[in-house]
């Protein structure tokens, strides 16, 4: 499936994007948000992106290349943003991005195991430079944090019958294959009765696991941090979001900021694709975009939004 980038024309428009800024883009992917700020703010403008995923980046690279204009690409966890753009002499950003979903060259790719449509190992590291992947957590986690893992990271109504089922089955033979998980993971289902569904039983386990695996949740909160440290007084702050515990995240922090007199919240509300999206984009369904802007003066407190 080819990436599209989620909310593009808002992400763009709540930017407030002009030519010679200044912007971050903490998850450049593929660059397809990224292609669009760059060519927005050319031709004096100066785009920096990061990546978890080396992967992607040369893709990236491609990519912002052949629009044109200054920009620099970094491989890092966005939770390094303030090392990485201390190192670079950055600071002051007009705009930040930061999209927290998960490419559809990652999800489709066999080999990093992030699905269960085909067979393939249980890897889900964002970065495969990193150690540990999903199968050692499977295999060795205990039962309760197993448990934990489901219900906290993927809202799991069946996480200790499904923590248990995988503790009884690793002993004889451990998990490799996103197949072996998918297939326990019905199993518990049908034995509570569920029969059909749109979505697949598995897919909050195998949303809980990633999280888990590649820290995501600690990553975000930290990066978010640094994020508004980063912007310029007038910068905005852009998350989109996709699951309730990243969502949860940001409206925190975002009225933590608030409180602090860091700034406004822009989104009473978080904003949701538009139906033509979702159905040219399935993946963009449970999006949500929240809009954070830094005060012109310290202190200043305005309340014009607030969350709900």
Do not use: W
Request: one cysteine or more.
């Amino acid at each position: 499936m080819e990436h599209i980038p989620v909310m593009l024309s808002e992400v763009c428009s709540y930017m407030r994007l002009e030519s010679g800024q200044r912007c971050l883009d903490m998850t450049v992917g593929l660059a397809g948000h990224s292609a669009a700020i760059l060519k927005a703010i050319a031709p004096s403008g100066f785009l920096l992106g990061l990546d978890r995923d080396t992967e992607t980046l040369p893709l990236a690279y491609e990519r912002l290349k052949a629009v044109g204009g200054d920009f620099l690409l970094r491989h890092s966890d966005y939770a390094k943003v303030r090392d990485v753009c201390a190192e670079l002499g950055l600071k002051d950003f007009n705009a930040i991005l930061c999209d927290c979903g998960v490419s559809s060259k990652q999800l489709d790719d066999p080999e990093r195991g992030f699905g269960f449509e085909r067979d393939c190992p249980l890897d889900m590291r964002l970065d495969r430079n990193e150690l540990l992947k999903a199968s050692d957590l499977l295999n060795t986690c205990p039962e309760n944090e197993l448990a934990d893992i489901f219900f906290n990271f993927g809202d799991e109504r069946f996480s200790r019958p499904i923590a248990r089922a995988i503790a009884a089955k690793r002993k004889t033979r451990p998990f490799a294959s996103s197949e072996e998980l998918a297939s326990l993971v019905s199993g518990v289902y049908y034995r509570f009765g569920f029969r059909r569904s749109k979505v697949h039983p598995a897919t909050r386990v195998f949303q809980a696991l990633r999280i888990a695996v590649n820290h995501e949740l600690k990553s975000l909160e930290e990066g978010l941090q640094g994020a508004e440290a980063l912007l310029a007084p007038g910068g905005r702050l852009v998350v989109i979001s996709f699951h309730s515990g990243e969502d949860r995240i940001v409206k925190n922090l975002f009225r933590n900021f608030k409180k602090e007199g860091k700034g406004t919240i822009i989104t009473k509300k978080p904003l949701t694709p538009g139906e033509k999206e979702i159905a040219e984009n399935p993946r963009s369904r449970s999006a949500l975009l929240r809009v954070f802007e830094k005060t012109s003066g310290q202190g200043e407190n305005d309340a014009q939004s607030d969350l709900q």
